[in-house]
């Protein structure tokens, strides 16, 4: 990486969490900066993960120091990359960042004793899509660096086989918003809360709405019944997204038969910040209306509980979409990469 200096990489499950709270602590600054998230809730998980020593990942060291990490899980055949992060530059600290750029490396041109946090991180990737490409029990391997620019990582993701699919972090400032939403659903259709029991017929519409999906290229839980429910327990039971808000959440069923047809979901991510990490209509109901009044009706529970503002995420494919967000005042503020392998083919 630089001349005269040794990083080593090794096994992310040699080493405990505390080890990695200088990174950890940098990174959630990062996030609260670029996504005005508070990462200390994924932080708390990934200690656990580290102090119990089954994280399948690697550590970068300089000079016996923690520099950076990247880990994975297993999800039968298929692995997801989780996090990868490094500090700025090794042995200097976090410089400063603004919120959304891209990281900037210092002015100067790098001393033979310092390596960039973007080398880091490269190096850490490469490592871990080595291992993962040439596993005979892995055959699916999907990223979604959500606070890394695209760009960022692209190359070193192409290099190992990977397609790689644009999306967009958008944001809704609720300043100025005011009023209830005036719900007008159209015959034979009832707006009610989520309930707990829903989460079986939420995943039956969730794999129906993202048939043939761009998503469903990203993501494959979109694409069964069992990868859909798998996805729902993780964000409304799991905290995988921020903390499940249960007054933002809502469903849209048929009367007649009392399945779902659309859905909202949310979650508070920062004390200020609330996210969408669900929003589907089933194919039957679109173009109703649906979506925006359930977009509407979000905004309205959000600034209840004093959030000024939300954010959602998009595939850039998914024109439709964003059409819809940046119609209800959405504007994209970062744009990330997701990536995915198959063996023996690139989609």
């Known amino acids: 990486m630089a001349s005269g200096v040794s990083i080593e990489i090794l ?13 950890l602590e940098a990174e959630g600054e990062l996030w609260r900066q670029r996504l005005h998230w508070d990462y200390r809730v994924p932080a708390k998980l990934l200690v656990q993960y580290l ?3 089954v994280l399948p990942g690697y550590a970068a060291l300089d000079a016996g120091e923690i520099t950076g990490y990247v880990f994975c899980v297993y999800e039968e055949s298929k692995a997801v990359i989780g996090d990868v992060f490094a500090l700025p530059c090794a042995r200097t600290g976090v410089g400063a960042v603004g919120r959304f750029p891209a990281r900037e490396e210092p002015a100067q041109a790098l001393q033979s004793h310092e390596i960039s946090a973007h080398e880091i991180e490269q190096t850490l990737l490469r490592h871990l899509l080595e291992l993962l490409v040439n596993s005979p029990q892995i055959d699916r391997v ?3 660096l959500l606070l890394h620019p695209s760009g960022s990582h692209a190359q070193v993701f192409r290099d190992a086989g990977f397609q790689i699919y ?29 309930r707990d029991e829903d989460i079986t017929a939420a995943g039956s519409l969730v794999a129906e709405a993202y048939r043939d999906h761009p998503d469903s290229v990203i993501n494959d839980q979109y694409r069964s019944l069992h990868g859909s429910l798998r996805f729902l327990h993780n964000i409304v039971r799991h905290s995988g997204c921020g903390a499940f808000s249960v007054p933002v959440s809502h469903v849209v069923e048929e009367r007649s038969s009392r399945r779902l047809v659309a859905l909202l979901l949310g979650s508070r991510v920062s004390p200020e910040s609330g996210h969408i990490t669900q929003l589907c209509v089933h194919p039957e ?23 000024s503002e939300i954010s959602l995420t998009v595939t850039e494919a998914n024109a439709e979409a964003i ?3 940046r119609s209800e005042g959405y504007e994209c503020v970062h744009s990330f990469d997701a990536a995915v392998w198959r063996r023996g083919s690139l989609a």
């Not at 096994?11 to 990174?23: E, K, S, W, Y």
């Not at 300043?175 to 005036?182: E, N």
Request: with cysteine; net charge positive; glycine share 6%.
């Open 11 to 23: 096994d992310l499950r040699h080493f405990a969490a505390p080890l990695l709270r200088p990174v």
């Open 51 to 53: 102090d119990s020593h």
């Open 142 to 144: 999907e990223s979604q």
């Open 166 to 194: 644009r999306r967009f972090f958008m944001v809704r400032p609720l300043a100025g918003f005011w009023g209830a939403p005036r719900v007008n659903l159209p015959a034979g259709l009832e707006l009610r809360p989520w």
């Open 285 to 307: 109901f679109r173009r109703r209306g649906l979506a925006r009044m359930l977009l509407t009706l979000a905004a309205a529970c959000f600034l209840r509980q004093g959030v």
């Open 323 to 325: 059409e819809l967000y």
